[in-house]
């Protein structure tokens, strides 16, 4: 039986760290996430020009530049933190999802030099050093990264218009350990009850992942089986579960 990926769930996960914002996906940022008590934060990993895993959501850095396009040297002058550094600076504890952005590049890579398959060469090491999840919305970048990291568990995302009818199985059968939907997959009037693709996840050997989660809505759905919620305030979502309320 395989180990779960998030140890006494329900979990709290610091989106790009501290939450969305001009200092996200910064070391100050992913350091103030573990001092409000985050026990995983989410970091996005790009490859730059020079073949550095960096840290950036969007395609383009700041001033409007492809992170593709930059050197290491450039994107160091933006602030872009290198993700081999995060995995290095934070206590061993806590875990760590890295989200694989794939770019228009990786078409015209071989599946060894693409961005998952950079992912996998700089995770597999800390594999037994911290928990870690590699996440993606790309599932061919799940299977690249599987292949050359094998005992590093791996998440599906999927965005709100995607069903969780589609999500959960594919999850299942890309052999993930983790399904990752945007919380308003949830929302209510949806086809079935919050509680009911949960469950049916869980008995599929899933964890749950819901990211975006807005604070009025953790303890909802950490009350219907929600493992790990990725949000942007760390400190009042962790008030809003039962367990921490006061």
Avoid: Y
């Avoid at 709290?12 to 996430?33: P, Y």
């Avoid at 299942?172 to 997959?185: E, K, Y």
């Avoid at 992942?209 to 979502?237: H, M, P, Q, S, T």
């Amino acid at each position: 039986m395989r180990r779960p990926v998030f140890e006494d769930p329900p979990l709290v996960c610091g989106h790009r760290g501290s939450g969305r914002g001009a200092a996200e996906n910064t070391l100050t940022s992913f350091h103030a996430a573990v001092a409000a008590g985050a026990r995983w934060v989410e970091a996005d990993a790009r490859l730059n020009a020079d073949g550095e895993l960096v840290s950036c959501h969007d395609p383009t850095a700041g001033d409007g530049r492809l992170v593709s396009r930059l050197s290491t040297l450039e994107t160091d002058v933006l602030g872009l933190m290198r993700v081999g550094e995060l995995l290095e600076q934070l206590p061993p504890e806590v875990g760590v999802d890295i989200d694989v952005k794939s770019s228009l590049e990786d078409a015209l890579r071989p599946r060894g030099n693409t961005t998952a398959a950079a992912v996998a060469a700089l995770a597999a090491p800390h594999a037994a050093l911290r928990p870690l999840l590699v996440t993606s919305f790309d599932p061919a970048s799940l299977l690249i990264f599987r292949k050359r990291a094998p005992d590093v568990p791996t998440g599906l995302l999927t965005w709100s218009h995607f069903p969780l009818r589609k999500a959960i199985p594919a999850a299942v059968h890309l052999g993930a350990q983790v399904v990752a939907p945007h919380a308003n997959s949830f929302e209510h009037g949806a086809e079935r009850p919050i509680e009911e693709p949960i469950r049916v996840a869980h008995e599929a050997g899933l964890q749950v992942l819901a990211w975006n989660v807005k604070v009025e809505r953790v303890g909802e759905l950490a009350a219907a089986g929600a493992d790990c919620l990725v949000v942007d305030d760390v400190a009042a979502a962790l008030a809003s579960l039962p367990r921490h309320a006061a």
